[in-house]
């Protein structure tokens, strides 16, 4: 997958399903050694990479304090189905799943990539929740 076409599918596939969690694209760099996608709303940030050498695709979410600024360590993609997938309704998970066979992946890493989103699209929900809602309870 080259740069082109990261970023076509970064813009079309997550711009789709992270707008329905309330995150927008802020920053695409694509070149180099990796490709990068920033999401954000002003309190959570997903921060998509890839880099072509290796074909390594990684998916990063993590708190953003009110200055603009990364909170912690963030978790991966994998991190956060372990902690929520449990809690997503089959019907949600089917229809989720649908959308991938839209966009039409050209190959292997492009369906991961695509699947990836997905996931993340039915998992960021309830982190946003957990996350902003423990912050607004010690509060």
Same mark, same amino acid.
């Given at each position: 997958?080259?740069?082109?076409?990261?970023?076509?599918?970064?813009?079309?596939?997550?711009?789709?399903?992270?707008?329905? =969690?309330?995150?927008?694209?802020?920053?695409?760099?694509? #070149?180099?050694? =990796?490709?990068?996608?920033?999401? #954000?709303? #002003?309190?959570?940030?997903?921060?998509?990479?890839?880099?072509?050498?290796?074909?390594?695709?990684?998916?990063?979410?993590?708190?953003?304090?009110?200055?603009?600024?990364?909170?912690? *360590?963030? @978790?991966?993609?994998?991190?956060?189905?372990? @902690?929520?997938?449990?809690?997503?309704? =089959?019907?949600?998970? /089917?229809?989720?799943?649908?959308?991938?066979?839209?966009?039409?992946?050209? /190959? =292997?890493?492009?369906?991961?990539?695509?699947?990836?989103?997905?996931? @993340?699209?039915?998992?960021?929900?309830?982190?946003?929740?957990?996350?902003? #809602?423990?912050?607004? *309870?010690?509060?």
């Amino acid at each position: 997958m080259d740069g082109k076409r990261f970023a076509a599918l970064v813009e079309t596939i997550s711009g789709a399903l992270l707008a329905k =969690a309330g995150l927008a694209l802020t920053d695409l760099r694509v #070149g180099g050694r =990796a490709h990068v996608a920033e999401f #954000g709303n #002003g309190q959570i940030g997903v921060t998509i990479g890839f880099e072509p050498g290796d074909n390594f695709l990684s998916f990063d979410v993590h708190q953003v304090s009110p200055e603009g600024n990364r909170v912690g *360590s963030g @978790l991966t993609l994998a991190e956060l189905n372990r @902690l929520f997938a449990a809690d997503i309704p =089959a019907a949600e998970r /089917d229809a989720a799943a649908a959308l991938v066979a839209q966009w039409q992946p050209r /190959d =292997a890493l492009e369906r991961r990539l695509a699947k990836s989103v997905v996931d @993340l699209s039915l998992v960021l929900p309830r982190y946003t929740v957990a996350a902003i #809602g423990s912050e607004t *309870s010690q509060a």
